[in-house]
């Protein structure tokens, strides 16, 4: 009787691709049936590492300094717990004896073990390609070392970094393609890199020290590729940074701002960016949040809606490129064929969620004496030719759309949308 062939009798290559699908307790296993499986499996077991406490923190060091190969095989290590600052000793001792074995790490993030992030600064990592890193001392000499990096965030400490406030020192990163930190740090690292994705992280207004909005945009304007995507978080919208915007990036296609605070200027910021529009000739997207994104969104109310429409309109007017926009309601507004129209803050496009920019659609076709007739044409197509006249009777009445014209409308939209995907 012929003997079925052994999984071992396939070459390492084979061995590893497949090992590659089994599940970690799987792996486990495997790798101690002998010494070839063990090798193969190692690099399965190590190669994405995420520390959530100190006794995992420490427990890994050791086996990465007892094992070379298992310290090898970690590309990608996340450190999520906080370590104290001072006492420990020997656990920094263990932490430090291991980061220099860590020689092929490929993605990074210790944004959140400040303490432990001073003994990777002086050491090199050549295959290093994403971080993210906490705002200290030692940041720029970490970052020396590894001018390969292509993605970087830097997290801002809660006291602001007042250390780090000044100019810093520049730092060739030739590969960097996408920036988040604060703009200290970004002046120092996106001249000369081909960044054009960035996000800035503006620190608290000082009375004494104004923002320089416009040194700092100016530095980013040094990248070798044009600013596609400018994002800037900052305590509260600032009028200051719309002329800085204009001045030294005028080809960015999507701006977002986010406040991280009450926002008293919200009005003026608005009003700034819409006189702003036209020194902007490839923008296509903005975005306006206000404060952190809410975890269960509440539909704009039609009046609302109206408001925002008014400022779409005069918006497109001034930016034939723009077609989409987050206003502070969290509703997105969509330039489709002419017609700007809002979507929910939900995550699917269509389904009840849809009714009330449906209802909106239908009842100010009826109701804005100047709307384009662009609009009436959609709503016909949508409604059909028959269902149109029920709408507006129905709006006439009791305000209330027909389910079954909502519904056509939905099922049109949708097939709309699979067309153009």
Known sequence: MMDLPSLLQLPNELLYKISGLAEPRDLLVLCQTNRRMHDICLKWIYCTLVLEDLAQVVKCCRTLISCSEAAYSVC?????????RVGLGSFYRLVACTVGRLTNLAVFDISNSRSIFKY????RFPNLLVCTIPSTIDTISFLKGCPQIYHLSVI????????????????SMPNLRRFFGPPYVACAVIPGSLASSISIYWPLPDANLPMDFSGCLAALAHSRRDVIYLKSMMPEWDCGIIPAITSHIPHVQHLAFQNLMDCKEREAFVSRIEGALHLLPRLQCIDLFERTRPTAYT???????????????RWGDHSPSLGFVTLPSHTRW????????????????HGPEMDLDYRWLFRVVDTIPDIPPVYATLA????GSDGILAVQSAIENDGVVPDSILARARALRLQKSQRDA
């Open 76 to 84: 990608e290590l996340t450190i999520a717990c906080h370590c104290p």
């Open 120 to 123: 990777f600064s002086d050491k």
């Open 156 to 171: 801002p400490s809660a006291d602001g970094d007042l250390r780090l406030a000044s100019p810093l020192q520049s730092v």
């Open 299 to 313: 539909r704009a109310d039609e009046g609302t809606l109206d408001k925002e429409f008014e400022i779409m309109r």
């Open 334 to 349: 969509i330039r489709d064929d002419g017609v700007w129209l809002p979507w929910p803050p939900t995550p699917n496009g």
């Open 380 to 383: 016909r197509h949508l409604a």
